[in-house]
């Protein structure tokens, strides 16, 4: 599987961005698909997860101003933020998981896309 993000860039506080991931390859292996980030000297952080079925779950600071949304057709996942914070400032990444790997494992990732909040 082959994961390929857009539509970082730089934006200022209070402003929205909405990214994109475009899968490939083996997508019927696909199950869940997850945006993660990591600032700079951070770990990296789980932001929002949706499951082949559509349920979604968000990190706390994403509750309310992020939205996952996935479309089976187009094979892509989304992630809309609004409402952005300097400290939303992260590379965000793309993740998916096969079947039958481990529900807290994504096997397949991103290369990511910079996410730039201006105060």
């Known amino acids: 599987v082959r994961l390929v993000e857009s539509g970082g860039g730089l934006v200022q506080a209070g402003g929205s961005l909405k990214l994109s991931c475009r899968s490939s390859?083996?997508?019927?292996?696909?199950?869940?698909m997850a945006w993660y980030r990591q600032a700079p000297g951070n770990k990296r952080d789980l932001v929002a997860t949706?499951?082949?079925?559509?349920?979604?779950n968000y990190a706390e600071f994403a509750k309310g101003r992020f939205t996952i949304s996935r479309d089976h057709e187009f094979n892509e996942v989304y992630l809309e933020m609004n409402n952005l914070k300097p400290e939303d400032t992260a590379v965000y990444y793309c993740?998916?998981?096969?079947?039958?790997?481990?529900?807290?494992?994504?096997?397949?990732w991103g290369q990511g896309t910079q996410v730039t909040v201006l105060s």
């Open positions: 993740a998916a998981r096969s079947y039958g790997v481990d529900q807290y494992e994504y096997d397949s």
């Open positions: 949706v499951s082949s079925s559509g349920i979604r």
């Open positions: 390859g083996s997508i019927y292996r696909i199950d869940s």
